[in-house]
């Protein structure tokens, strides 16, 4: 179930990310005509998550601009910062959403 | 950005000169694919989803042969570009409704150092706008002979 939600956390972020560069997109010349479907789908892929979860997304988001960030060799990609080589383990098996110790957003193992 | 410096962003092993591919969707996952098997992302479905959410707000098929499916994605930790040739050309909703020879994945993370995505885009854009470029690329066979291509020389 968090395991889910964890993916679904990453897509939306990945949504959430497409539309805040619509504009650069479309100035490098791109069509962005689905504008308002790609919207409905963010709406529908927000309504299927957990509301504290989401809550907690959008908390972050307002305050660090990505609230999931990948994690690499066991950096975190929001802040460089190592994390603990003791949640690395778990973290990989994506049962619990962690987050990191220095900047606060939830982590995405990515090795 | 300056050619040679885009020409960083592409790897051998994203490298592939046929495209086995005749539909749309299956051009998007045969690509994905190649990220996919030297494990530069770590799950599949969720870019795959990405790329499909980016075709939904326009195709990536800027016309003249060529598409660029692209987008940011938390499964990544790179940069990276793969290319794909298709010598009989596949029906991409393109804008000019014109089947798409030439593709050109970009695969980013949601943030990333120097802030090189969008950057990259325009290059390519730059690049494949023009028609001798774009020749050129239809008969690439090899990687190096890609890259001289990408960068100019």
Known sequence: MIKKDLELLVSLQDIDLMIEEVGDVEKLGFSVTGYTELKKAREELSASISKPLLFRYERLRGKLKRAIVPVKNDICLGCFLRQPT?????????????TCENCGRMLYWLD | MHRSELAKYFKDNLFVASLQAAKK???IAELLDTFVREKYIRNRDIVLEMLHQRETLGSTGIGKGVAIPHGRTTAAADVLIAFGKSDQ?????AIDGKP???FFMVIAPPNEEGNVYLPILGSLVTILNEKANRDKLMKVETFQDFIAIITGE
């Open chain 1, 86 to 98: 003791s949640i690395g383990v778990k973290g990989r098996e994506d049962e619990q959403i962690f």
């Open chain 2, 100 to 102: 798409v020879h030439l």
């Open chain 2, 89 to 93: 050309g596949i029906d991409f909703d």
């Open chain 2, 25 to 27: 969707e299956v051009a």
